[in-house]
């Protein structure tokens, strides 16, 4: 402030002493006159060599104000005049000359408190408004279109002092204080984009992306930030009625970048409440699917006298890849089957919908001969789709009154036969062919089992054998073929000892895969 109060080049001294030569009488007033100049040329140069900062300036200019009477008397004894009426008349004249400069120096150092006050005034109310704007972000529903909304009720009134426009790359304007001022968005982007920070011009400084230097107005833009990159900035132009110096200009750039902040800020959480409210959607829409395959599983398990059936799907996502089926076919006879799609998610459900609506479809169809009904399967897969996905699937037809059961493997996990005795016989039902999907014109081959009394068939997914720990270890078959030796168990509990050893190994280690065990076991003679 100091330095819009203080005159140029000594002009207080020099009208002063312009006042003594002018009321002066004779050739020894003028004599005093030239020896009052050499001792204000001295004195002014003290004068300015006041402190720089705010507070010196207010004390400078304090003591010119009440210490100048004692400087101008000691200047007219350094003078050496010799008749004491002269010295009352000169220094009359003085006070005079320094009163009528000191009122309108306090004017002018009133005018620049006035400016300052108010500058002070709008800072704070702009971050009143600045808080509350944050508030109403905070606690509205975080959509896109409403931020335009929030700005147009509390911008015009934060920046009063200013034209405000806000716009986000390439051209969507956010605000719009104005509608007849209009800032060339297009000419300032490319020189917006390499900045990180904010920035301030006067109206005699060239704007480094304006080839025209004629401007009124001085500037601020401050840039609207994503992952340290401009995606948009806030563009103040100040009115002219305020006389704006570079301190009082660059006193707006903490407004300007906090408004910038928070613009920035309503952006990431509106693109955060987009990306729930999609994820929301994909997971209805997979909980959906979920219901819809579950509808595909048998409900209840056909009760077939002699036999024990028990079969479970644990599957690790929403949505899942495994299934299974039992289906009554004529003659009594029940269709067993137990698959496998490649892969998870919803890609992978489909194709096990449309596995199951086919391998069923078929093997109703296809008199229960499990190697055509894996070859129609494949043959109308193959024809109708272009995924990459295939299926390991086991197909047994059962005779529950013989024990007889004919199957095909198509690449699947081989399922085990045991039989009782004092040493138990373990049999595997080996791969017959490849898996469905893979192959156009494939074709499986079939083979057959004989159940005896007391006989139980174990039928699994990988999602058991590759159980894994969170330590590099792997449950293999080894645990389940033991405990299915206790045949003292029956099918529904060796199931439930099977998935509880399962779930001790795993401990705290998430589901990797879906987990389906089917056993099927003849009664024992009474």
Avoid at 316 to 337: R, S, V
Avoid at 386 to 394: D, I, K, P, R
Avoid at 475 to 484: I, N, R, S, V
Wanted: hydrophobic residues 45%.
């Amino acid at each position: 402030m100091w330095d819009a109060c203080q005159p140029a080049n000594g002009c207080l001294a020099a009208a002063m002493l312009e006042s003594v030569a002018v009321h002066g009488r004779g050739k020894t007033h003028i004599r005093k006159h030239n020896r009052l100049a050499r001792v204000a040329g001295w004195l002014w140069p003290a004068l300015s060599t006041l402190p720089a900062n705010r507070q010196a300036r207010g004390v400078g200019v304090i003591f010119l104000i009440f210490l100048a009477p004692i400087a101008l008397v000691g200047i007219i004894w350094l003078a050496g005049p010799t008749n004491p009426g002269t010295i009352r008349s000169d220094l009359a004249l003085l006070l005079s000359a320094f009163f009528s400069l000191a009122l309108l120096l306090v004017a002018i150092c009133a005018r620049r408190w006035s400016l300052a006050a108010e500058h002070g005034r709008q800072r704070s109310d702009a971050l009143t408004d600045l808080e509350r704007l944050s508030h109403d972000i905070i606690i509205s529903i975080p959509e896109e279109y409403r931020l335009p909304r929030l700005l147009a009720q509390y911008l015009p009134k934060m920046f009063p002092s200013g034209d405000l426009i806000v716009w986000r790359f390439p051209d969507e304007v956010l605000f719009h204080q104005q509608a007849d001022w209009n800032v060339d968005l297009d000419q300032i982007w490319p020189w917006l984009a390499g900045q990180s920070g904010s920035s301030s011009y006067m109206p005699s400084e060239q704007l480094p992306w304006d080839d025209k230097p004629q401007r009124d107005n001085p500037i601020v833009i401050a840039p609207v930030l994503s992952n340290s990159q401009p995606i948009g900035a806030v563009y103040l132009s100040l009115h002219n009625l305020i006389s704006w110096n570079r301190d009082s200009v660059e006193r707006l750039i903490p407004a300007t970048e906090s408004l910038a902040a928070l613009i920035s800020s309503a952006f990431v959480q509106s693109q955060a409440y987009a990306t729930d409210i999609r994820l929301e959607r994909v997971s209805q829409e997979l909980r959906l699917a979920g219901e819809i395959q579950s509808s595909l599983i048998p409900f209840e398990i056909p009760s077939v006298p002699g036999w024990q059936i028990s079969v479970t799907l644990n599957p690790a996502e929403e949505t899942y890849g495994d299934f299974f089926d039992l289906i009554p076919l004529p003659d009594g006879k029940l269709g067993l089957i137990i698959a496998d799609v490649l892969d998870k998610g919803v890609g992978a459900a489909l194709y096990m919908a449309l596995s199951r609506t086919l391998l069923r479809t078929y093997a109703i169809e296809a008199d229960s001969d499990p190697e055509l009904v894996f070859f129609a399967t494949n043959s109308r897969i193959m024809a109708d789709t272009t995924s990459n996905l295939f299926v390991t699937a086991f197909f047994g037809v059962l005779d529950p009154v013989s024990g007889r059961m004919e199957y095909s493997n198509a690449g699947h996990n081989p399922p085990y036969l045991l039989r009782p005795g004092k040493q138990v016989i373990i049999q595997e039902l080996i791969r017959t062919g490849i898996p469905i999907g893979v192959q156009e014109g494939a074709t499986w081959n079939k083979a057959y089992v004989q159940f005896q009394p007391g006989d139980r068939l174990l039928l699994y997914t990988d999602g058991i054998p590759e159980a894994d720990n969170g330590e590099g270890e792997y449950l293999t078959t080894g645990p389940m073929l033991e405990l299915a030796k206790d045949f003292d168990l029956s099918a529904e509990e060796l199931q439930a000892r099977i998935l509880e050893d399962l779930s001790d190994f795993v401990g705290e280690a998430p589901q990797s895969d879906d987990i389906t065990l089917m056993i099927l076991a003849r009664d024992p003679l009474n």
